[in-house]
């Protein structure tokens, strides 16, 4: 089966879900206070994330009701979600190695 | 637009309907984390939402509704499987005689044999009818037939006062039916007696297995998708056989008409 690849987003996902399995809101959330503001997502287009990380087996999701009867779903990184997260965070270092090297000598 | 617009755009191309709800029971659930925990209006809330519209298409590509029916088949040709697997003479029968094997039967005309509900009875006579009859999702299939004779002693302290000869008609019929919800609780296409024969007698139901001349009993055997009939049938003697027998089905229901020597069933 040929890899998947993750996207820039996904990759954040997958590297807030390795600490905990969350929720929608609470995703978006975390990715807004640990990047100081700076990855601020339009709610909703956090789902077809979510969706295509879940088809690809790299998160799996469960729903549970919470104590005032909202049913929220709620997402965990998979032993495949972990392979993924840790190839681009590889791709990552090497990318911006790179370029940090570049603007150094400009 | 309020959230209910919102979310009826956003899932507007799943087309796959338990995919639909599902999607949009989640984004109803972050409406309600943006309105209590954020804080947010109805509007803001919207707002914070993003495009609907751009949403719904890739929402709408995540979500191939095709995945979903083949999910949905899958799940129904596996309980068909099933059903199948156990379905007797409907499919591929792994349980073909589910529970019951063809109940007790003389194996030919003898002497000896020992009858269901009796002692020791003869069997002068032995018929194999053929064919099926279908009644509704129900089919007949005649097992074969035979005649029972024997003699009751009536005894008073160490005499036998008198004797009793008795002879009795038995037709052992199967009935197949895949509907085997039909089968359970009601029991009203188990009930079979025997109605009239070719001689124009009327059997009256009796209490099996102590049946009066003109009387009729019946014993059945039952699995999830069969039922075997044993009806009984008390006659004034062997020379009084008749040649065919209308058995009505369920209360006042159809009549099955069994040939027994021609050996042709219509």
Not at chain 2, 15 to 29: H, I, T
Not at chain 2, 141 to 159: A, H, K
Request: glycine content about 8%.
């Amino acid at each position: 089966m040929a890899k998947k690849e993750v996207g820039g987003t996904s990759m954040l996902v997958l590297a807030l879900l390795k600490e905990k399995e969350m929720y929608g809101y609470q995703i978006i959330e975390e990715l807004d206070r640990r990047s100081n503001h700076v990855f601020q997502m339009k709610e909703g287009t956090l789902y077809p994330v979510l969706h295509g990380l879940e088809k690809d087996g790299l998160v799996r999701a469960r729903e549970a009701e919470t104590v005032k009867g909202r049913v929220r779903r709620y997402y965990a990184v998979t032993e495949k979600g972990l392979r993924a997260l840790e190839e681009k965070k590889e791709e990552w270092t090497t990318f911006s190695r790179a370029v940090t090297a570049i603007l150094a000598g400009a | 637009m309020n959230r209910w617009d919102w979310l009826d755009k956003a899932t507007a191309k799943i087309y796959f309907r338990p995919d639909r709800k599902a999607v949009r029971r989640e984004l109803a659930a972050h409406f309600e984390d943006l309105r209590e925990d954020a804080g947010l209006t109805e509007e803001a809330a919207v707002e914070a939402m993003g495009d609907p519209d751009a949403l719904a298409e890739k929402l709408g590509r995540l979500h191939r509704p095709w995945w979903g029916y083949l999910w949905r088949v899958s799940q129904v040709t596996l309980i068909l499987a099933v059903l199948l697997f156990l379905g007797g003479n409907h499919g591929f029968g792994a349980f073909k005689d589910w529970a019951y094997s063809m109940p007790p039967a003389p194996a030919g005309t003898m002497e000896g044999y020992y009858a269901l509900g009796r002692s020791s009875v003869s069997v002068p006579e032995v018929w194999h009818p053929v064919g099926t009859k279908e009644l509704g999702h129900y089919r007949f299939t005649p097992v074969m037939s035979w005649l029972e004779q024997w003699e009751d002693r009536v005894i008073d302290g160490n005499v036998t006062t008198r004797r009793e000869a008795h002879c009795c008609l038995v037709v052992c019929l199967r009935l197949d039916t895949w509907r085997f919800w039909e089968l359970y609780p009601s029991r009203t296409i188990t009930a079979i007696c025997a109605a009239s024969d070719s001689s124009g007698r009327r059997y009256t139901p009796g209490q099996w297995p102590y049946l009066a001349c003109g009387e009729s009993g019946c014993q059945t055997w039952q699995g999830p998708f069969t039922v075997w009939y044993q009806v009984y049938m008390e006659l004034p003697g062997p020379e009084d056989v008749p040649e065919w027998v209308d058995l009505s089905v369920g209360y006042g229901g159809d009549t099955l008409h069994v040939n027994l020597k021609t050996e042709v069933m219509s």
